[in-house]
Protein backbone atom coordinates (compact mmCIF):
# COMPACT_ATOMS: atom_id res chain seq x y z
CA UNK A 1 0.00 0.00 0.00
CA UNK A 2 1.09 3.46 -0.84
CA UNK A 3 3.19 5.25 2.07
CA UNK A 4 0.31 8.15 3.25
CA UNK A 5 0.76 11.23 4.78
CA UNK A 6 -0.49 12.55 8.22
CA UNK A 7 -3.88 14.03 9.62
CA UNK A 8 -3.97 17.47 12.18
CA UNK A 9 -3.32 16.20 15.50
CA UNK A 10 -1.52 13.26 14.56
CA UNK A 11 -3.94 11.11 12.16
CA UNK A 12 -2.47 9.07 10.10
CA UNK A 13 -4.47 8.69 6.93
CA UNK A 14 -5.53 5.17 6.62
CA UNK A 15 -7.73 2.85 4.12
CA UNK A 16 -11.48 4.12 4.74
CA UNK A 17 -13.93 1.62 5.93
CA UNK A 18 -17.52 2.65 4.33
CA UNK A 19 -20.67 0.70 6.22
CA UNK A 20 -23.57 1.16 3.96
CA UNK A 21 -26.96 -0.33 5.78
CA UNK A 22 -29.94 -1.49 4.01
CA UNK A 23 -32.90 -1.27 6.80
CA UNK A 24 -35.49 -3.37 5.48
CA UNK A 25 -36.17 -7.29 6.55
CA UNK A 26 -38.77 -9.96 5.32
CA UNK A 27 -40.09 -10.23 8.55
CA UNK A 28 -38.69 -8.85 12.40
CA UNK A 29 -36.89 -11.59 14.49
CA UNK A 30 -38.23 -11.39 18.03
CA UNK A 31 -34.57 -11.34 19.72
CA UNK A 32 -33.86 -8.23 17.24
CA UNK A 33 -33.17 -4.31 18.75
CA UNK A 34 -31.36 -3.27 15.15
CA UNK A 35 -32.79 -0.50 13.40
CA UNK A 36 -34.67 -2.49 10.39
CA UNK A 37 -38.17 -2.29 9.11
CA UNK A 38 -40.62 -4.56 7.34
CA UNK A 39 -42.50 -2.87 4.15
CA UNK A 40 -44.70 -4.49 1.88
CA UNK A 41 -43.28 -2.17 -0.83
CA UNK A 42 -40.31 -0.93 -1.38
CA UNK A 43 -39.33 1.25 -4.28
CA UNK A 44 -35.53 -0.01 -4.40
CA UNK A 45 -34.19 2.36 -7.18
CA UNK A 46 -34.93 5.07 -5.05
CA UNK A 47 -33.30 4.12 -1.97
CA UNK A 48 -30.42 2.92 -4.43
CA UNK A 49 -30.18 6.70 -5.40
CA UNK A 50 -30.01 8.09 -2.17
CA UNK A 51 -27.31 5.98 -1.42
CA UNK A 52 -24.82 6.72 -4.43
CA UNK A 53 -26.12 10.42 -3.43
CA UNK A 54 -25.66 10.26 0.13
CA UNK A 55 -21.92 8.15 -0.77
CA UNK A 56 -21.06 11.27 -3.08
CA UNK A 57 -21.40 13.33 -0.19
CA UNK A 58 -19.26 11.79 2.22
CA UNK A 59 -16.57 11.20 -0.65
CA UNK A 60 -16.64 15.41 -1.11
CA UNK A 61 -15.98 15.81 2.32
CA UNK A 62 -13.87 13.10 3.30
CA UNK A 63 -11.16 13.56 0.51
CA UNK A 64 -8.70 11.29 -1.21
CA UNK A 65 -8.61 7.95 1.10
CA UNK A 66 -7.92 4.82 -0.11
CA UNK A 67 -10.86 2.25 0.39
CA UNK A 68 -10.05 -0.66 2.13
CA UNK A 69 -13.50 -2.12 3.34
CA UNK A 70 -17.50 -1.88 2.49
CA UNK A 71 -19.88 -3.41 4.56
CA UNK A 72 -23.21 -4.25 3.68
CA UNK A 73 -25.49 -4.68 7.00
CA UNK A 74 -28.88 -4.21 8.01
CA UNK A 75 -31.64 -5.35 7.82
CA UNK A 76 -31.16 -7.91 5.58
CA UNK A 77 -28.88 -6.70 2.54
CA UNK A 78 -29.43 -10.27 0.73
CA UNK A 79 -32.68 -8.47 -0.19
CA UNK A 80 -30.61 -6.15 -2.22
CA UNK A 81 -30.71 -6.83 -5.57
CA UNK A 82 -26.96 -7.44 -7.17
CA UNK A 83 -27.43 -4.41 -9.35
CA UNK A 84 -27.77 -2.17 -6.25
CA UNK A 85 -24.90 -4.06 -4.74
CA UNK A 86 -22.98 -3.43 -7.63
CA UNK A 87 -23.76 0.14 -8.46
CA UNK A 88 -22.30 1.18 -4.46
CA UNK A 89 -19.43 -1.23 -4.75
CA UNK A 90 -18.56 0.69 -8.07
CA UNK A 91 -18.96 3.91 -6.85
CA UNK A 92 -16.99 3.89 -3.60
CA UNK A 93 -14.44 2.19 -5.81
CA UNK A 94 -14.25 5.54 -7.83
CA UNK A 95 -14.64 7.87 -4.88
CA UNK A 96 -11.98 5.87 -2.84
CA UNK A 97 -9.54 4.41 -5.47
CA UNK A 98 -6.98 1.90 -3.32
CA UNK A 99 -3.49 -0.13 -4.23
CA UNK A 100 -5.00 -3.23 -2.22
CA UNK A 101 -7.96 -4.89 -3.42
CA UNK A 102 -10.46 -3.76 -0.58
CA UNK A 103 -12.58 -6.45 1.65
CA UNK A 104 -16.34 -6.44 0.16
CA UNK A 105 -18.53 -8.05 3.09
CA UNK A 106 -22.45 -8.52 2.41
CA UNK A 107 -24.56 -10.29 4.92
CA UNK A 108 -26.74 -12.64 3.88
CA UNK A 109 -29.97 -15.03 5.18
CA UNK A 110 -30.17 -18.58 4.07
CA UNK A 111 -33.77 -18.30 2.79
CA UNK A 112 -34.41 -19.85 -0.86
CA UNK A 113 -35.10 -16.22 -2.45
CA UNK A 114 -31.79 -14.94 -0.71
CA UNK A 115 -29.50 -17.89 -1.85
CA UNK A 116 -30.91 -17.62 -5.57
CA UNK A 117 -28.92 -14.32 -5.43
CA UNK A 118 -25.55 -15.27 -3.79
CA UNK A 119 -23.73 -15.78 -7.67
CA UNK A 120 -25.13 -12.55 -8.76
CA UNK A 121 -23.21 -10.58 -5.49
CA UNK A 122 -20.41 -12.54 -6.00
CA UNK A 123 -20.31 -11.47 -9.75
CA UNK A 124 -21.50 -7.76 -8.27
CA UNK A 125 -18.19 -7.17 -6.55
CA UNK A 126 -18.82 -8.87 -2.77
CA UNK A 127 -15.77 -11.02 -1.83
CA UNK A 128 -16.83 -12.15 1.56
CA UNK A 129 -20.43 -13.35 2.94
CA UNK A 130 -21.30 -13.36 6.10
CA UNK A 131 -24.16 -15.81 6.63
CA UNK A 132 -27.01 -15.33 9.78
CA UNK A 133 -27.15 -19.01 10.43
CA UNK A 134 -27.71 -18.83 13.93
CA UNK A 135 -28.93 -22.27 14.40
CA UNK A 136 -28.46 -25.51 13.03
CA UNK A 137 -31.64 -27.05 14.46
CA UNK A 138 -35.45 -25.98 13.36
CA UNK A 139 -37.19 -25.66 16.47
CA UNK A 140 -34.19 -23.22 17.68
CA UNK A 141 -34.79 -21.50 14.54
CA UNK A 142 -38.21 -21.39 14.79
CA UNK A 143 -37.89 -20.39 18.36
CA UNK A 144 -35.43 -17.37 17.24
CA UNK A 145 -38.67 -16.25 14.29
CA UNK A 146 -35.59 -16.74 10.99
CA UNK A 147 -37.08 -17.73 8.16
CA UNK A 148 -34.91 -20.57 7.29
CA UNK A 149 -34.09 -24.14 8.05
CA UNK A 150 -31.10 -26.12 8.91
CA UNK A 151 -31.09 -27.60 5.78
CA UNK A 152 -31.04 -24.57 3.85
CA UNK A 153 -28.64 -22.91 6.28
CA UNK A 154 -26.45 -26.30 5.26
CA UNK A 155 -26.91 -25.27 1.68
CA UNK A 156 -26.15 -21.76 2.44
CA UNK A 157 -22.53 -22.64 4.17
CA UNK A 158 -21.99 -24.87 0.99
CA UNK A 159 -22.70 -22.20 -1.62
CA UNK A 160 -20.55 -19.83 0.37
CA UNK A 161 -17.78 -21.80 -0.15
CA UNK A 162 -18.08 -22.43 -3.40
CA UNK A 163 -19.04 -18.99 -4.67
CA UNK A 164 -16.77 -16.52 -2.04
CA UNK A 165 -13.08 -16.52 -1.39
CA UNK A 166 -13.96 -15.74 2.43
CA UNK A 167 -16.95 -16.60 3.96
CA UNK A 168 -18.18 -15.81 7.50
CA UNK A 169 -21.59 -17.36 9.85
CA UNK A 170 -22.83 -16.72 12.43
CA UNK A 171 -24.53 -18.63 15.47
CA UNK A 172 -26.65 -17.63 18.71
CA UNK A 173 -25.65 -19.38 21.99
CA UNK A 174 -27.25 -19.34 25.22
CA UNK A 175 -30.53 -20.29 24.39
CA UNK A 176 -33.28 -21.61 26.75
CA UNK A 177 -32.62 -25.37 27.22
CA UNK A 178 -29.67 -25.63 25.48
CA UNK A 179 -27.27 -28.14 25.95
CA UNK A 180 -23.52 -28.52 25.79
CA UNK A 181 -23.41 -31.85 23.71
CA UNK A 182 -25.63 -30.01 21.01
CA UNK A 183 -23.99 -27.18 20.68
CA UNK A 184 -20.49 -28.74 20.29
CA UNK A 185 -22.38 -31.09 17.47
CA UNK A 186 -24.05 -27.70 15.75
CA UNK A 187 -21.04 -25.84 15.87
CA UNK A 188 -19.04 -28.84 14.41
CA UNK A 189 -21.42 -29.46 11.77
CA UNK A 190 -21.00 -25.54 10.69
CA UNK A 191 -17.07 -25.80 10.77
CA UNK A 192 -17.26 -28.93 8.91
CA UNK A 193 -17.75 -26.86 5.40
CA UNK A 194 -14.83 -25.09 6.07
CA UNK A 195 -15.56 -21.40 6.53
CA UNK A 196 -12.64 -19.39 7.30
CA UNK A 197 -14.57 -17.05 10.21
CA UNK A 198 -17.22 -17.17 12.90
CA UNK A 199 -19.37 -15.04 14.73
CA UNK A 200 -20.74 -15.95 17.35
CA UNK A 201 -23.44 -14.14 19.86
CA UNK A 202 -24.89 -14.74 23.43
CA UNK A 203 -28.64 -14.42 23.03
CA UNK A 204 -29.71 -11.46 25.02
CA UNK A 205 -33.15 -9.70 25.76
CA UNK A 206 -32.80 -6.79 24.45
CA UNK A 207 -35.26 -3.80 25.84
CA UNK A 208 -38.76 -3.12 23.52
CA UNK A 209 -38.41 -6.73 21.92
CA UNK A 210 -40.89 -9.20 22.04
CA UNK A 211 -38.42 -11.60 23.72
CA UNK A 212 -38.58 -8.88 26.71
CA UNK A 213 -41.94 -9.20 27.03
CA UNK A 214 -42.15 -13.05 26.71
CA UNK A 215 -39.03 -12.59 29.05
CA UNK A 216 -40.97 -10.87 31.65
CA UNK A 217 -43.58 -13.28 31.11
CA UNK A 218 -41.41 -15.82 32.27
CA UNK A 219 -41.93 -18.03 28.94
CA UNK A 220 -38.18 -17.80 28.38
CA UNK A 221 -35.41 -18.65 30.57
CA UNK A 222 -31.83 -18.14 30.09
CA UNK A 223 -29.24 -20.67 30.81
CA UNK A 224 -27.39 -19.13 33.92
CA UNK A 225 -23.62 -17.55 34.11
CA UNK A 226 -22.14 -20.85 34.51
CA UNK A 227 -24.00 -22.51 31.54
CA UNK A 228 -23.22 -19.57 29.25
CA UNK A 229 -20.10 -20.03 30.51
CA UNK A 230 -19.42 -23.73 29.78
CA UNK A 231 -21.05 -22.89 26.29
CA UNK A 232 -18.95 -20.23 25.56
CA UNK A 233 -15.63 -22.77 26.37
CA UNK A 234 -17.31 -25.43 24.88
CA UNK A 235 -17.22 -22.56 21.08
CA UNK A 236 -13.34 -21.76 21.75
CA UNK A 237 -12.61 -25.90 21.50
CA UNK A 238 -14.75 -26.50 18.76
CA UNK A 239 -13.50 -23.35 16.41
CA UNK A 240 -9.84 -24.49 17.82
CA UNK A 241 -10.03 -28.15 16.31
CA UNK A 242 -11.31 -26.36 13.31
CA UNK A 243 -8.21 -23.88 13.27
CA UNK A 244 -9.89 -21.09 14.19
CA UNK A 245 -8.64 -18.57 16.78
CA UNK A 246 -10.90 -15.87 19.01
CA UNK A 247 -9.00 -12.76 18.04
CA UNK A 248 -11.85 -10.75 19.30
CA UNK A 249 -14.64 -11.39 22.05
CA UNK A 250 -17.29 -12.26 19.70
CA UNK A 251 -15.35 -13.35 16.49
CA UNK A 252 -13.01 -16.26 15.24
CA UNK A 253 -10.99 -17.01 12.09
CA UNK A 254 -8.20 -18.89 10.39
CA UNK A 255 -5.02 -17.04 10.48
CA UNK A 256 -5.15 -13.78 8.40
CA UNK A 257 -8.98 -14.22 7.58
CA UNK A 258 -10.09 -12.02 10.70
CA UNK A 259 -12.86 -8.97 9.29
CA UNK A 260 -10.85 -5.84 7.94
CA UNK A 261 -13.71 -3.98 8.49
CA UNK A 262 -14.85 -4.94 12.16
CA UNK A 263 -10.85 -4.24 12.51
CA UNK A 264 -11.51 -0.96 11.53
CA UNK A 265 -14.05 -0.39 14.39
CA UNK A 266 -12.44 -2.09 17.48
CA UNK A 267 -8.62 -0.26 16.37
CA UNK A 268 -10.43 3.03 16.09
CA UNK A 269 -9.78 3.25 12.25
CA UNK A 270 -11.90 5.86 10.38
CA UNK A 271 -15.16 4.88 8.83
CA UNK A 272 -18.03 6.56 6.95
CA UNK A 273 -21.47 5.44 7.59
CA UNK A 274 -23.99 5.70 5.08
CA UNK A 275 -28.03 4.81 4.89
CA UNK A 276 -30.19 5.52 7.70
CA UNK A 277 -29.14 4.77 11.51
CA UNK A 278 -25.93 4.72 10.10
CA UNK A 279 -22.72 6.30 12.32
CA UNK A 280 -19.87 7.14 11.35
CA UNK A 281 -16.13 8.32 13.44
CA UNK A 282 -13.85 10.62 10.81
CA UNK A 283 -12.22 13.64 10.65
CA UNK A 284 -13.90 17.04 10.33
CA UNK A 285 -11.60 19.97 9.76
CA UNK A 286 -8.96 17.95 11.62
CA UNK A 287 -11.23 17.64 14.46
CA UNK A 288 -12.49 13.33 14.97
CA UNK A 289 -16.11 13.63 14.63
CA UNK A 290 -18.75 11.29 15.29
CA UNK A 291 -22.03 11.29 12.98
CA UNK A 292 -25.28 9.65 12.99
CA UNK A 293 -28.14 9.51 9.88
CA UNK A 294 -31.47 9.42 10.39
CA UNK A 295 -33.32 6.29 11.25
CA UNK A 296 -36.30 6.08 9.55
CA UNK A 297 -35.60 5.02 6.14
CA UNK A 298 -38.24 7.38 4.45
CA UNK A 299 -37.35 10.52 6.48
CA UNK A 300 -33.64 9.59 5.03
CA UNK A 301 -33.96 8.97 2.24
CA UNK A 302 -36.54 12.31 2.15
CA UNK A 303 -33.48 14.33 3.61
CA UNK A 304 -30.87 12.78 1.23
CA UNK A 305 -33.02 14.33 -1.77
CA UNK A 306 -33.50 17.58 0.02
CA UNK A 307 -30.03 18.35 0.86
CA UNK A 308 -27.42 15.34 -0.43
CA UNK A 309 -27.13 13.75 2.77
CA UNK A 310 -29.27 12.55 6.27
CA UNK A 311 -27.02 13.09 9.19
CA UNK A 312 -29.42 14.07 12.16
CA UNK A 313 -26.19 14.93 14.58
CA UNK A 314 -22.79 15.85 14.43
CA UNK A 315 -20.21 15.90 17.68
CA UNK A 316 -16.58 16.73 17.65
CA UNK A 317 -15.30 14.25 20.15
CA UNK A 318 -12.84 15.70 22.95
CA UNK A 319 -10.04 13.33 23.90
CA UNK A 320 -11.74 12.06 27.15
CA UNK A 321 -14.48 10.82 24.80
CA UNK A 322 -12.15 9.11 21.99
CA UNK A 323 -10.62 7.67 25.13
CA UNK A 324 -13.06 6.20 26.02
CA UNK A 325 -14.58 4.72 23.15
CA UNK A 326 -11.20 3.30 22.32
CA UNK A 327 -10.88 1.19 25.13
CA UNK A 328 -14.22 0.21 24.84
CA UNK A 329 -13.66 -1.31 21.41
CA UNK A 330 -10.05 -2.23 21.79
CA UNK A 331 -9.99 -4.42 25.20
CA UNK A 332 -12.37 -6.77 23.10
CA UNK A 333 -9.61 -7.74 20.95
CA UNK A 334 -7.29 -10.55 21.84
CA UNK A 335 -4.24 -8.41 20.71
CA UNK A 336 -5.32 -5.61 23.03
CA UNK A 337 -4.37 -1.96 22.53
CA UNK A 338 -1.30 -0.40 21.45
CA UNK A 339 -0.40 2.78 23.57
CA UNK A 340 1.06 4.56 20.56
CA UNK A 341 -1.49 4.34 18.57
CA UNK A 342 -4.26 4.88 21.17
CA UNK A 343 -1.73 8.13 21.95
CA UNK A 344 -2.38 9.13 18.46
CA UNK A 345 -5.67 8.34 17.82
CA UNK A 346 -7.21 9.01 21.19
CA UNK A 347 -5.10 12.42 21.92
CA UNK A 348 -3.64 11.59 25.24
CA UNK A 349 -2.00 8.81 27.30
CA UNK A 350 -3.25 5.14 27.33
CA UNK A 351 -2.35 5.07 30.90
CA UNK A 352 -4.23 8.63 31.88
CA UNK A 353 -7.12 7.50 30.48
CA UNK A 354 -7.76 4.23 32.68
CA UNK A 355 -8.59 4.35 36.57
CA UNK A 356 -5.06 3.52 38.54
CA UNK A 357 -7.20 1.54 41.33
CA UNK A 358 -9.04 -0.52 39.16
CA UNK A 359 -6.06 -1.61 36.68
CA UNK A 360 -4.30 -2.01 39.31
CA UNK A 361 -6.77 -4.75 40.79
CA UNK A 362 -7.72 -5.98 37.04
CA UNK A 363 -3.99 -6.75 36.69
CA UNK A 364 -3.88 -8.55 40.06
CA UNK A 365 -6.42 -10.41 39.43
CA UNK A 366 -4.87 -11.67 36.03
CA UNK A 367 -8.18 -10.18 33.72
CA UNK A 368 -5.76 -7.94 32.26
CA UNK A 369 -2.32 -7.95 31.41
CA UNK A 370 0.40 -6.39 29.80
CA UNK A 371 2.16 -7.67 26.82
CA UNK A 372 5.64 -7.94 26.19
CA UNK A 373 5.13 -5.61 23.14
CA UNK A 374 3.21 -3.15 25.32
CA UNK A 375 -0.13 -3.87 24.70
CA UNK A 376 -2.72 -3.36 26.99
CA UNK A 377 -4.99 -6.59 26.61
CA UNK A 378 -7.77 -8.15 28.42
CA UNK A 379 -6.71 -12.24 29.17
CA UNK A 380 -9.54 -14.73 28.30
CA UNK A 381 -11.34 -14.37 31.96
CA UNK A 382 -11.49 -11.05 31.41
CA UNK A 383 -12.97 -11.24 28.37
CA UNK A 384 -15.80 -12.88 29.56
CA UNK A 385 -16.17 -9.58 32.51
CA UNK A 386 -15.48 -7.06 30.19
CA UNK A 387 -19.08 -5.84 30.56
CA UNK A 388 -18.88 -5.65 34.53
CA UNK A 389 -14.74 -4.20 34.09
CA UNK A 390 -15.03 -1.41 31.57
CA UNK A 391 -17.20 0.77 33.15
CA UNK A 392 -15.18 1.02 36.59
CA UNK A 393 -11.81 0.93 34.37
CA UNK A 394 -12.65 3.26 31.92
CA UNK A 395 -12.40 7.44 33.35
Known sequence: MRRHTRHHIGFVIEP??????????????PYCDFNSHVRDRLDEPRYRAAILAELAHEAALVGPRPLGSIFFGGGTPSLMSPGTVAA???????????????????????????????????????????????ALDDAALGFLGRRHSAAQALEALAQARSLFPRASFDLIYARPGQSISAWREEV??????????????????EPGTPFERAHARGEIVLPDDA??????????????????????????????????????????????????????????DGVP??????????AWMEAVETRGHGVREQEALPPEARAREMLLMGLRLTRGIDPARFAARAGMGLTDALDPRTLAAALEEGWLLWEEDGALAATAAGRMRLDALLPALVR
Do not use: K
Open 16 to 29: IALYVHWPFCAARC
Open 88 to 134: VVDAARAAFPADVEPEITLEANPTSVELARLAGFREAGVNRISLGIQ
Open 188 to 205: RRALGYGLDHLSLYQLTI
Open 227 to 284: AQAALYDATVEEAARAGLVPYEVSNYARPGAESRHNLAYWTYADYAGIGPGAHGRLPR
Open 289 to 298: TAMARIRAPE
